[in-house]
C-alpha cells in the first residue's frame, strides 16, 4: 500500500474525535495497572524487542517512531513519537509493511500506549492507512499510565497496514510510547486484566466489552 499524506484528527478534543470515528460498539480503551496483558496476535516486531523498527517504515520529515527502552510496559522495548520539530497540523506515522488478513471477517487491532506527558491536543493514535474501512484507536493524552486501546474492522481488502500516529499540536520537547500492537480475529482475542486499580483507574470508552465475553486464548504471531 502507498504512503497516504496525514490528515490530523479534529481538534475538539480527543474523547470528542474518538467517539466520531471510532465504531459505536467496539471501541474501547482500558486504563491499567494491568495484572495480565491478555493475548493477542502481535503483528511481525509488534513488540519492538529486536531494538529497531524492522517491519515499519518512517516515511515523515516531521517526526519518527523509534525502539527505546526508557518507557516499558512489557519486554525491553517500546516505540517512541519523536517529532522533530514543535507543530500544528497532519503530523507524522510509522507504516508497517503488509499484513495479511481475510477480507469479510471482524478483526481487533490492538496496543498499550503511553501518552501520560502529552497535552490534550497532542494526539497519539492508530489506524490503518486511510483505506474505506479504516479506523482509529486513540490513547486519552495526559493520563500518567499505560492505556490499552483497541477497535474492529472488517477489511475489503486481502492485506492492511497499520499507523503509528502523532499529530494535531505537537510538542516536540515530550515523547508518547506505543508497544506490543496486534491484529486478532474478534473471536480470538483475549483483552488484558485490570489489576486492583484505584476507584476510576479502569475506565472503558465505548459498549465494547460485552462483545469480548467469549474469548479463547491464542498465541503470539511473530
Known sequence: MSQ?????LP???????FCALAQPASAATLLGP?????????????????????????PFSLGSFQARSDKLIHGNYAARAEANVSFTGPGFAAISNA??????????????????????????YLDLNDVPFDVHAIAVSGIDQWQYVYETFIPTTSSINIRLVRDNVVNASVYAWIDNIGITLLSELENPVVAAPA????????AGLLAFAARRRVRRSG
Do not use: C, K, W
Open 4 to 8: 497516504r499524506t496525514l490528515h490530523r
Open 99 to 124: 499484513i495479511a488478513v481475510t477480507p469479510g471477517l471482524t478483526y481487533v487491532f490492538s496496543a498499550f500506549m503511553y501518552a501520560g506527558d502529552l497535552a490534550t491536543d497532542d494526539h497519539l
Open 11 to 17: 481538534a475538539a478534543g480527543v474523547l470528542a474525535a
Open 34 to 58: 494491568f495484572g495480565s496483558l491478555g493475548t493477542q496476535n502481535l503483528i511481525a516486531n509488534g513488540d519492538f524487542e529486536t531494538g529497531t523498527m524492522a517491519g515499519f517504515s518512517n
Open 199 to 206: 476507584p476510576g483507574a479502569a475506565t472503558l470508552l465505548g
